[in-house]
């Protein structure tokens, strides 16, 4: 495979290109007709200075660049793919036919003109540290509003943002003994700095018509191939995204380990003049491929040494996605969380909602929320390691965060686990009302940028099913709780001052009916309702704007569709997620998921919640888990202690619920609470019948839970499965396709699909409307 990069800024020097000015008259004197001065003189002899002025030097290397192809195209030379660095990107899109020499030009005069115009900020090149490194370096200093603006090779990277914060970092990294060059630049390019100057020209290029590349060419914002009608997209959110060029190499190893390249508008007889030869090759010496689907150029990567046929779905469907099901919902979120979908997979218990889920989606530009409840705090960092080795600063993913009034010490540990790793998105579920912990997650991610608007780098989606719940996410974070991370060092007075002037969270899900806890809520009461309390909040509140979401019931298009119809943001699945190749529930388990239909689920009292009656929502199909719950609480009720329940009923709970006396079960129950610690919950249950009597009922629900995630066959009868109804909806929507069997669901496959026969259902939806009004 022959590969063709095009240098962006920093290849220019005076007298570049003597040989191509005479060569090429006609599209020299066109350039300069356009340009309105001599390109050529510029290039040679730069009579005013200019050529160093990014306004200037962008037009130069462009023209460039494109002669020099047309020169190597005279030769004889062939091209199977296409890379440039940054400004380099417009030039391998011209040879891909994406557009002329003129347009590619007019594009390149109005960018360099924006950037040009953009005041405030530096960058700076740091050598010698890895990417993963840097940035590690830079959260430990609290330098979270620093971005990395180009990721050059395993070796080298571009740090942007406010002056100050850049020679601050500077200085770290020198006392560290890491180079740190400032460059000569006028503003943070590549970074948030910049989304004001893509706005703008992201209105710019709707006046033009692009085609789509006839020749592979790897996005500077995606490392992968451009796929079909992305030139617009992609163009615009370079300006304000990083130059993944490390990766983009990696994926060009990816499709041919030994590919050859040229680097067109080089000069290797200058020092430095072959600046992307040498970062080719430091990571071809370094670096690991990546390996995608050589069919699926849009594909996230999955790295992998061959391809594997359970990813063959995906590929399908990455392939044949529409353009419409990335529209769907509130394009503020999608670029809010960096997603392709306005989809999210919600967080299901004890790692259901696996990292192996959550890496599925991030690749594939939907967010998912690795399922901590129920796992240790070492159990949670493994997790969160394996995450974030497998993918890229970029690519979206998040934890949840369980509320533990019972032991808020365990609720604030976890957070600090997160601040620890830098996990930047929770998802907050069972929250009643806000906790020191989650105050300290959210305003920990406070700043400032550079024109001292507030940036909020810590994200919290808040599943709430209640309004007043709602209203608090919705409002700033209680005052005392504020003020006492402040006396504690925990957060810094800015932070604290700061806090008072955004909300807790900037994005609701509404949880209707759902599988596990659940209220019970109806969507069509409750979003609205919400919506109603969203717009009255606003109209006195921080800028950002909040999203809503729904999330409940959702397992079929028609349930999705009116969903983003009544107004939904994004929407959130879980059940259905349940029972894919990567979710963390056993594979018995998904084979009785798998066959369940939309009258196959039950409500039973809820195990941590039991004396409250509190209700879950679980499968109810090859399982009699359901009735013997609501069995336990009715004893609960009815009775008040374990001594005053008929010997006859007691007996039938020895045999068939516990398997044991239930003398054995309180013995056990105990034992789970000194380990614990709880000495008060202990004294309580053996002062009280009652409370001793709801502790051994509580034993039935973990015990039922630890034999669903056992695996073992042997008491399937007693599984305790959270599910809703919407898996048995999505299972009669797939059967009779590919992915009626469990084992041929990926994660990725089934939302993208979902996403895609909703675009189409709104569609056809809106025809009919049409229709209807015309006759």
């Given at each position: 495979?022959?590969?063709?990069?095009?240098p962006?800024?920093?290849?220019?020097?005076?007298?570049?290109?003597q040989?191509?000015?005479?060569a090429?008259?006609r599209?020299?004197?066109?350039a300069s007709?356009?340009?309105g001065y001599?390109i050529a003189d510029?290039?040679?002899h730069d009579?005013?200075?200019?050529?160093?002025?990014t306004?200037?030097t962008?037009p130069a290397?462009?023209?460039?660049?494109?002669?020099g192809?047309?020169?190597?195209?005279?030769?004889?030379?062939?091209?199977?793919a296409?890379?440039g660095h940054?400004?380099?990107?417009?030039?391998?899109l011209?040879?891909?036919?994406?557009?002329?020499?003129e347009?590619?030009?007019?594009l390149?005069q109005?960018?360099?003109q924006?950037m040009g115009e953009?005041?405030?900020?530096?960058?700076?090149?740091?050598?010698g540290?890895?990417a993963?490194?840097?940035q590690?370096?830079?959260?430990?200093?609290?330098?979270d509003?620093?971005?990395?603006?180009n990721?050059n090779?395993p070796?080298q990277?571009?740090?942007?943002?406010?002056?100050?914060?850049?020679?601050?970092a500077?200085?770290?990294l020198?006392?560290?003994?890491v180079?740190c060059?400032?460059l000569?630049v006028s503003?943070?390019?590549h970074s948030?700095?910049m989304?004001?100057?893509?706005?703008?020209?992201?209105?710019f290029l709707r006046?033009?018509t692009?085609?789509d590349?006839v020749?592979p060419?790897?996005?500077?914002?995606?490392?992968?191939p451009?796929?079909?009608?992305?030139?617009?997209?992609?163009?615009?959110?370079?300006?304000?995204?990083p130059?993944w060029?490390?990766d983009s190499?990696?994926?060009?190893?990816?499709?041919?380990?030994d590919?050859?390249y040229?680097e067109?508008?080089a000069?290797?007889?200058?020092i430095?003049?072959?600046?992307l030869g040498?970062?080719?090759?430091?990571?071809?010496?370094?670096?690991t491929?990546?390996?995608?689907?050589?069919d699926?150029?849009?594909a996230?990567?999955?790295?992998k040494?061959?391809?594997d046929?359970a990813?063959?779905?995906t590929?399908r469907?990455?392939a044949s996605r529409?353009s419409?099901?990335?529209c769907?919902g509130?394009?503020?979120?999608?670029e809010?969380?960096?997603?392709?979908?306005?989809y999210v997979?919600g967080?299901?218990?004890r790692?259901t909602?696996?990292?192996?889920?959550v890496?599925?989606?991030?690749?594939?530009?939907?967010?998912?929320y690795?399922?901590?409840g129920g796992l240790?705090?070492?159990?949670?960092?493994?997790?969160?390691?394996?995450?974030?080795?497998?993918?890229?600063?970029t690519?979206?993913?998040g934890?949840?965060?369980?509320?533990?009034?019972?032991?808020?010490?365990?609720e604030?540990?976890t957070?600090?686990?997160?601040?620890?790793?830098?996990v930047?998105?929770?998802?907050a579920?069972?929250f009643?009302?806000?906790?020191?912990?989650l105050?300290?997650?959210?305003?920990?991610?406070?700043s400032?940028?550079?024109?001292?608007?507030?940036?909020c780098?810590h994200?919290?989606?808040?599943?709430?099913?209640?309004?007043?719940v709602?209203?608090?996410?919705?409002s700033?974070?209680?005052a005392p709780?504020?003020?006492?991370?402040?006396?504690?060092?925990a957060?810094t007075a800015e932070q604290a001052?700061?806090?008072?002037?955004?909300?807790m969270?900037?994005?609701?899900?509404?949880?209707a009916d759902?599988?596990?806890?659940?209220?019970?809520?109806?969507?069509t009461i409750?979003?609205?309702?919400?919506l109603?309390?969203?717009?009255k909040?606003?109209?006195?509140?921080?800028?950002?704007p909040?999203?809503?979401?729904?999330?409940g019931?959702?397992?079929?298009?028609a349930?999705?569709?009116?969903a983003?119809a009544?107004?939904a943001?994004f929407i959130l699945?879980?059940?259905?997620?349940?029972?894919?190749?990567?979710?963390?529930?056993?594979?018995?388990?998904?084979?009785m998921?798998?066959d369940?239909?939309?009258?196959?689920?039950?409500?039973?009292p809820?195990?941590?919640?039991?004396?409250?009656?509190s209700r879950v929502?679980?499968?109810?199909?090859?399982v009699l888990?359901?009735m013997?719950a609501?069995k336990l609480?009715?004893l609960?009720t009815?009775?008040?202690s374990?001594e005053?329940?008929p010997?006859?009923?007691r007996?039938?709970?020895e045999?068939n619920?516990?398997?044991r006396s239930?003398?054995q079960?309180w013995?056990?129950?105990?034992?789970?609470l000194?380990?614990?610690?709880?000495?008060?919950d202990?004294?309580?249950?053996?002062?009280?019948p009652?409370?001793?009597m709801?502790r051994v009922?509580?034993?039935y629900?973990?015990?039922?839970?630890?034999?669903?995630f056992s695996?073992?066959?042997?008491d399937?009868?007693?599984y305790?499965v959270?599910?809703?109804?919407?898996?048995?909806?999505?299972?009669?929507?797939?059967?009779?396709?590919?992915w009626e069997?469990?084992?041929?669901?990926?994660?990725?496959?089934?939302?993208?699909?979902l996403?895609?026969?909703t675009?189409q259902?709104q569609q056809?939806s809106?025809?009919q409307?049409?229709t209807?009004?015309?006759?």
């Open positions: 495979m022959n590969v063709l990069l095009f962006g800024q920093g290849a220019q020097y005076k007298g570049m290109g040989d191509l000015w005479a090429y008259p599209l020299v004197d066109a007709h356009l340009l001599s510029l290039c040679l009579p005013h200075h200019q050529l160093r002025l306004q200037y962008q290397l462009y023209v460039l660049n494109a002669l192809w047309y020169r190597w195209q005279e030769a004889g030379g062939t091209v199977d296409l890379a940054s400004l380099g990107e417009y030039s391998a011209l040879v891909a036919g994406c557009f002329d020499f347009t590619g030009l007019r390149v109005k960018r360099g924006l953009a005041r405030g900020g530096a960058m700076a090149a740091v050598l540290m890895s993963d490194a840097l590690t370096f830079l959260r430990e200093h609290g330098l509003s620093i971005d990395l603006a990721l090779s070796t990277s571009v740090i942007a943002g406010d002056t100050a914060t850049i020679n601050q500077a200085a770290l020198v006392a560290r003994d180079q060059v400032p000569n503003a943070p390019f948030r700095y989304r004001e100057v893509q706005q703008v020209f992201a209105t006046d033009f692009f085609q590349p020749i060419v790897i996005a500077n914002a995606t490392a992968r451009y796929g079909a009608g992305q030139v617009a997209e992609l163009l615009a959110r370079q300006i304000a995204s130059v060029w490390t190499i990696r994926y060009l190893m990816g499709q041919d380990l590919f050859s040229q067109i508008g000069d290797p007889k200058r430095g003049g072959t600046v040498k970062l080719v090759d430091e990571t071809r010496r370094t670096a491929p990546l390996r995608v689907e050589p699926s150029p849009t996230g990567a999955v790295e040494s061959v391809p046929e990813d063959m779905p590929k469907i990455l529409s419409g099901a990335q769907l509130s394009a503020i979120f999608r809010r969380y960096g997603l392709k979908y306005a997979a967080a299901m218990y790692g909602a696996s990292p192996a889920l890496i599925r989606l991030g690749r594939a530009g939907m967010i998912g690795l399922g901590t240790s705090l070492t159990q949670i960092e493994a997790a969160i390691q394996t995450v974030q080795a497998e993918l890229r600063s690519e979206p993913y934890l949840n965060l369980l509320a533990d009034y019972e032991d808020p010490a365990n604030r540990a957070v600090e686990l997160y601040l620890k790793y830098g930047r998105c929770i998802e579920a069972a009643t009302q806000m906790t020191p912990a105050v300290l997650f959210r305003l920990k991610g406070l400032r940028d550079a024109t001292g608007q507030i940036q780098a994200r919290v989606l808040a599943k709430v099913s209640r309004l007043e709602a209203e608090a996410f919705m700033p974070a209680p709780i504020v003020e006492a991370l402040r006396q504690a060092g957060i001052a700061m806090a008072q002037q955004i909300p969270s900037h994005d609701i899900c509404v949880e759902s599988g596990g806890h659940t209220d019970g809520g109806i969507p409750l979003l609205p309702a919400m109603q309390l969203r717009q909040l606003s109209e006195h509140r921080d800028r950002e909040i999203c809503m979401g729904l999330a019931g959702i397992g079929a298009p349930a999705a569709a009116a983003f009544m107004g943001d699945t879980g059940s259905i997620n349940q029972c894919t190749v990567e979710s963390g529930a056993t594979d018995l388990v998904k084979a998921l798998q369940a239909g939309i009258h196959d689920t039950a409500y039973a809820a195990g941590d919640l039991f004396e409250m009656g929502q679980v499968l109810k199909k090859g888990f359901p013997r609501n609480y009715a609960y009815h009775y008040d374990l005053a329940i010997e006859t009923v007996g039938q709970l045999r619920f516990f398997k239930l003398g079960v013995d056990e129950s105990l034992h789970y000194q380990a614990q610690g709880r000495a008060k202990i004294a309580l249950a053996q002062s009280n009652k409370v001793r709801a009922f509580r034993w629900f973990r015990y039922s839970t630890e034999l669903a695996g073992s066959a042997d399937r009868v007693n305790q959270h599910t809703g109804p919407a898996l048995g909806a999505f299972n009669q929507w797939v059967r009779g396709t590919e069997p469990w084992n041929k669901r990926h994660v990725d496959a089934i939302a993208i699909a996403m895609d026969a675009a259902h056809t809106y025809t409307f049409l209807a009004q015309k006759g």
